[in-house]
């Protein structure tokens, strides 16, 4: 089994910047893709960036790109996406999942966190 924790949520202002984490636990965790996904009030789940196994290959949606950067501490089993010059618009539930595929589709991550509140006042 694997498991995930994230933290580093919260409020923050636009222009302002925060770090999550998401810790993961698990025999076979070294070897997984870990993505974070958001779902603001009424939308779907969406896609913000993923990182490889060794760390060294990341993806991030359009909407994020250059604003977030997302790396992996594989000695501490924890992966971190900070985020900076946040908008209200970034305004959303994140969620951090670990998976056996280089994927986008939240279907292909096996592995699920409670997930994180992050709120960007304007």
């Known amino acids: 089994q694997v498991h995930l924790g994230e933290s580093g949520g919260g409020l923050v202002q636009a222009g302002g910047s925060l770090r999550l984490s998401c810790s993961v636990s698990g025999r076979t965790s070294s070897r997984l893709t870990m993505g974070w996904f958001r779902q603001a009030p009424g939308e779907e789940r969406e896609f913000v960036a993923k990182?490889?196994?060794?760390?060294?290959?990341?993806d991030y949606a359009d909407a994020v790109k250059g604003q977030f950067t997302i790396s992996r501490d594989s000695a501490k089993n924890t992966v971190y996406p900070a985020m900076n010059s946040l908008k209200p618009e970034d305004t959303a539930i994140y969620y951090c999942?670990?998976?056996?595929?280089?994927?986008?589709?939240?279907?292909?991550?096996?592995?699920w966190g409670q997930g994180t509140q992050v709120t960007v006042s304007s």
């Open positions: 999942a670990a998976g056996n595929y280089w994927s986008r589709n939240a279907v292909n991550f096996d592995y």
């Open positions: 990182i490889g196994r060794s760390g060294l290959s990341t």
